[in-house]
């Protein structure tokens, strides 16, 4: 069941009929739909040229409608989805992004300063649902592995920040900084993440190995799956960085992911 259901059913619930052009065609051809018509719970009788589906039970629609959509709330989050429609991941729900930090660096979160280097040290990392994210130089780390020696390979002159969860536009909203970096893998999803990046930051730059080609010929694998897919978005790019990637994956059929790291 979804939204789409839902308003249908509750349509009939508060009208006690529908004609069957007011009703999608996914609802109609649903099982659910169907059992309702075969134990006459509703009744399709004839109007004007057409058809349309009337409660006759009245008492057994209201128990089913009940049973599917156990409450009739507006859906906020993934609890209001089982409350309404007993699945969590049955509507698109706005959650507030976890971000992980590291560094040693300066930083401000919701408009206090954080000793993120205390943190980084005692802890390996902060975490938080900030609203505001405030950093001279951010350097945006896909993986978290990485993510957790990214000093090592960069140095200590940023803010390591890793989300939870695939980063977006609306969790992007949160950060405040001058300078962003962004250390994704090699391939064509890590590609498609740093455009979306900057779409939002037109100033972002996206992180290449001084001797990438030489770690690409050492540890790059085999290209397949998703990772094989090029978006429009990537094909299209212009940005010197991004053409030299999608290139080099191409030309190779292969791409390295950003585990290329050594350190003692």
Not at 26 to 37: E, I, M, Q, R, Y
Not at 78 to 91: A, E, H, Y
Not at 95 to 119: C, H, Q
Not at 190 to 202: K, T
Request: charged content about 30%; hydrophobic content about 35%; aromatic content about 14%.
């Amino acid at each position: 069941m979804n939204q789409t259901d839902f308003r249908t059913y509750k349509k009939l619930k508060e009208d006690a009929f529908l004609t069957e052009k007011a009703i999608p065609k996914t609802v109609l051809s649903s099982p659910h739909f169907k059992g309702l018509v075969f134990s006459l719970i509703l009744e399709k009788t004839k109007s004007g040229r057409g058809f349309r589906y009337e409660v006759s039970k009245v008492t057994e629609f209201e128990s089913f409608f009940k049973t599917h959509f156990p409450e009739d709330i507006e859906v906020k989050d993934k609890s209001d989805n089982v409350r309404k429609f007993r699945n969590s991941k049955i509507q698109k729900t706005v959650s507030t992004p976890i971000f992980m930090l590291r560094g040693y660096d300066a930083v401000w979160i919701n408009g206090k300063e954080l000793n993120l280097e205390e943190y980084t040290k005692k802890f390996q990392l902060f975490a938080c649902n900030a609203e505001k994210i405030e950093a001279e130089r951010i350097c945006i780390v896909e993986n978290l592995d990485t993510f957790l020696v990214a000093e090592k390979l960069l140095g200590k002159n940023y803010v390591f920040l890793h989300k939870y969860g695939r980063i977006g536009k609306e969790s992007l909203s949160s950060l405040y900084t001058n300078k962003l970096l962004v250390f994704v893998d090699y391939d064509f999803n890590g590609l498609e993440e740093f455009l979306r990046i900057r779409e939002v930051f037109e100033f972002a730059q996206l992180h290449i190995p001084e001797n990438y080609d030489e770690l690409f010929g050492m540890y790059s694998q085999s290209l397949k799956g998703n990772k094989a897919e090029m978006t429009n978005r990537i094909k299209h790019s212009s940005d010197v960085n991004v053409v030299k990637i999608r290139e080099s994956i191409i030309r190779n059929n292969r791409f390295l992911e950003q585990q290329y790291w050594k350190y003692d």
